[in-house]
């Protein structure tokens, strides 16, 4: 197979039963270390209606996120700027993220909207975003590259979240973050393979080197973006004290219903 990162050549890495029925096809490429499924049928019946009842995790993944965007929003891009958080499930991550004052939309193709509804986003391309926040996506993506051109037409800077391979390159079955039993997790990403990607695109990478990654138009510091996540509290400090920004719950409640928040 060919590589759908850097387009150089993929040699098949194992099988596993994704589903407890389908039977997957995993390909690693012998360049950037990037793991495919060949042909996941299967996706788009993999993705639930509504939330699924076994991420436990959802609202202390959510409160993790909201906090670490916060931060490198406030201090590394634009805090007043217009952000979409692409893949939004639920809708939780983007009423986050306004609570904190920052203004952001809902986009998912898969999801309801539950706690955002109101402020869905424009894909069209027809609006411009300052950032745009793709959390657990690229994972799911069976063409990250088609996707990422997309989100690309919306912005040029990208906060995402996806679990890089670890160094012993653990094969299908071997790291939980396979996902087997979900069938959803179709694209694996390497520090080398997201390095590839970005300059793919003339944009610059910073990475906690474990889950969290950055892709700016401009060059940003990869060891200040390092710094903001390894101590979130001392930063929430300075966010609190020099840029933080009133919270858009009441005016939100004004849009909604056109009534005053009294």
């Known amino acids: 197979m060919i590589c759908r990162i850097c387009a150089q050549t993929s040699a098949p890495f194992g099988c ?4 407890g029925t389908h039977e997957a096809h995993y390909f690693r490429c012998t360049h950037c270390g990037f793991i495919q499924v060949d042909e996941p049928f299967w996706l788009d019946n993999a993705h639930p209606d509504g939330p699924d009842p076994s991420d436990t995790g959802c609202v202390e993944r959510n409160r993790e996120v909201s906090r670490a965007c916060r931060l490198v929003f406030s201090l590394l891009l634009q805090p007043d700027g217009h952000f979409l958080d692409f893949g939004g499930g639920n809708g939780l991550l983007v009423r986050m993220m306004r609570d904190y004052g920052l203004g952001f939309w809902w986009y998912d193709k ?12 424009d894909v069209s391309g027809g609006t411009r975003y300052d950032g745009v926040t793709a959390i657990e996506v690229v994972e799911h993506l069976s063409s990250p590259r088609e996707e990422l051109d997309r989100i690309l037409r919306l912005t040029r800077n990208v906060f995402l979240t996806t679990a890089l391979v670890p160094r012993h390159n653990p094969g299908p079955g071997e790291w939980w973050y396979y996902d087997l039993e979900h069938g959803r997790h179709v694209s694996l990403f390497t520090m080398r393979s997201l390095a590839v990607l970005a300059a793919g695109y003339g944009l610059h990478l910073c990475s906690d080197g474990v889950c969290v ?21 001392l930063f929430d400090l300075v966010v609190n004290r020099f840029v933080r920004r009133p919270s858009l719950v009441t005016l939100d409640y004004e849009r909604i219903t056109g009534k005053p928040l009294i």
């Open 16 to 19: 596993a039963k994704v589903l």
């Open 213 to 233: 990654h950055l892709l700016t138009e401009r060059p940003v510091s990869a060891s200040r973006f390092r710094l903001i996540l390894r101590h979130p509290v």
């Open 110 to 121: 898969y999801c309801r909207n539950i706690f955002a509804r109101g402020f869905d986003g």
